[in-house]
């Protein structure tokens, strides 16, 4: 035994080679009822199932599957390495292919982000509309992976329309500390409306972003989609997005 054999000097790391973003499509799609509940509890017990689903549907698998923690805050989360797991906050954006981003709603907004460089996915409900949750996600894009708002292409999600959208008492107690939200709001007979489409589209437009489309249904209205307000309790719709890889699988023999 050698006593005084130096400790090894820990071997350096190589810095971490930059990730450059690969050529890639975007596949996304909220689920219906039909597709069963994804709420959180079931999320974790079905990944195996939501995987045959996205390689049936979109004939690409996805090799990790993330998801939003959601809190109704106004936190975006990069998500580079992280397996297969929650991330804290309601947005999530990465350029890495294969990892299918989701997050899960009933009336809620899911808004999809979509461009050549990288992608992201929100759940955004009247505070992240109010908060900025949208916009801060767009510039989260541009920072992280210089995606200009004028190449960015935003969906709107199924979620419950400004005609169905009929505020609650803690909806008042809300927006009564957030006078700026009152534009986007309506009276109709003895009720008051919010409109997330509303708010949120007027603040891509002050961003640059203008390809911007929504799914025309409404979840409170439409039979196939869970809406908490309808009556389906914590049952949820699944939503999602992912780089697909467009480089031909490598073969194991070659
Ligand atoms: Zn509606």
Redesign the pocket.
């Known amino acids: 035994m050698h006593a005084n054999v130096k400790p090894k000097p820990k071997a350096k790391l190589a810095p971490k080679p930059k990730a450059e973003p690969q050529p890639a499509v975007t596949i996304l799609g909220t689920t219906e009822q039909a597709d069963g509940d994804w709420q959180l509890l079931q999320l974790e017990k079905r990944l195996d199932q939501l995987t045959r689903m996205i390689q049936l549907r979109h004939r690409n698998r996805p090799e990790r599957i993330v998801w939003a923690q959601q809190g109704h805050t106004s936190k975006v989360s990069r998500v580079d390495d992280q397996p297969t797991g929650p991330i804290p906050g309601d947005a999530l954006v990465t350029n890495q292919t294969g990892v299918l981003l989701t997050v899960r709603t009933a009336d809620c907004m899911p808004v999809f982000f979509e461009s050549e460089k990288a992608v992201g996915i929100a759940h955004v409900g009247m505070a992240g509309a109010v908060e900025g949750l949208v916009p801060k996600t767009v510039r989260a894009l541009k920072r992280y992976y210089s995606v200009k708002p004028e190449k960015l292409s935003v969906r709107f999600g199924p979620h419950?329309?400004?005609?169905?959208?009929r505020m609650s008492v803690n909806n008042d107690d809300y927006l009564a500390k957030h006078p700026e939200a009152a534009k986007y709001v309506t009276s109709r007979g003895h009720h008051r409306y919010f409109s997330m489409m509303d708010i949120i589209s007027e603040q891509l437009a002050e961003l640059g972003v203008t390809t911007m489309a929504a799914d025309s249904r409404?979840?409170?209205?439409?039979a196939g989609l869970f809406s908490a307000r309808r009556g389906h309790g914590d049952q949820r719709q699944l939503s999602f997005i992912m780089r697909a890889s467009t480089s031909p699988p490598v073969d194991p023999n070659a």
Do not use: F, G, L, P
């Open positions: 419950i329309c400004a005609s169905c959208y409404c979840t409170y209205h439409s």
